[in-house]
């Protein structure tokens, strides 16, 4: 069995998309003054691997702190998706996604992370996708993107209603190309908003 850390590093000044606040780490005690050390944070709480709930579109949607911990794990399916600019339904139809699954769309567009185009050119899900993958029962989808879509968020909105979250900003999909079964632990802290920061990791059995 084997661990992969599907979750970008959040840092100072992490690139965020556009609009949303920056990220600012500063130490408040150090070794040398105080004898331990002390950091605090100023982020948005969608900035670098995060976890949208339901609540990010969905009136009266879900918390980060009210999901169900059973919907946060589960076997991961992952969807290769890195030929099309436009992700389809077509794209599940040799892949089998049953309920409890945690679906992974691989885009490659994780290489691009710091070009301004990362956040503004990226693939979109179609909403045909989102019916079948709620459809099929899944509690989460996944992306090494920004976005599964843009405004009016329809994909969002889809799969939200559902009761089915988004993590976004995922790296290193492409180490899961061969990796079959896998599971997919995805736990955000643990806050009372829309998002939060997730750590998540893929076991491989």
Same mark, same amino acid.
């Given at each position: 069995m084997?661990?992969?850390d599907l979750t970008r590093t959040l840092t100072d000044h992490i690139a965020v998309y556009p609009g949303d606040p920056a990220v600012h780490l500063a @130490?408040?005690?150090t070794l040398a003054k105080d004898g331990y050390r002390g950091s605090r944070i100023d982020a948005g709480v969608h900035a670098g691997t995060h976890l949208d709930a339901?609540?990010?579109?969905? =009136?009266?949607?879900?918390?980060v702190d =009210?999901? @169900?911990a059973a919907r946060l794990i589960g076997r991961g399916r992952l969807v290769d998706a890195r030929k099309f600019r436009t992700i389809d339904a077509h794209l599940?139809?040799?892949?089998?996604?049953e309920p409890g699954d945690i679906v992974l769309i691989w885009t490659g567009w994780s290489k691009k992370f710091g070009?301004?185009?990362?956040?503004t050119d990226f693939p979109e899900l179609t909403a045909e996708l989102a019916k079948r993958i709620i459809a099929a029962g899944a509690v989460m989808v996944g992306l090494d993107s920004p976005s599964p879509d843009r405004p009016p968020h329809a994909v969002h909105r889809l799969l939200m209603q559902a009761d089915i979250a988004i993590v976004e900003n995922l790296t290193g999909l492409e180490l899961l190309a061969s990796a079959t079964p896998f599971e997919v632990v995805a736990l955000p802290a643990k806050w009372h908003t829309e998002a939060a920061p997730?750590?998540?990791?893929?076991?491989i059995f």
């Open positions: 084997r661990f992969i @130490d408040v005690a339901p609540a990010h579109f969905i =009136e009266n949607g879900k918390r =009210e999901m @169900d599940l139809e040799e892949l089998t996604v070009d301004p185009k990362y956040f997730v750590r998540v990791v893929a076991r």
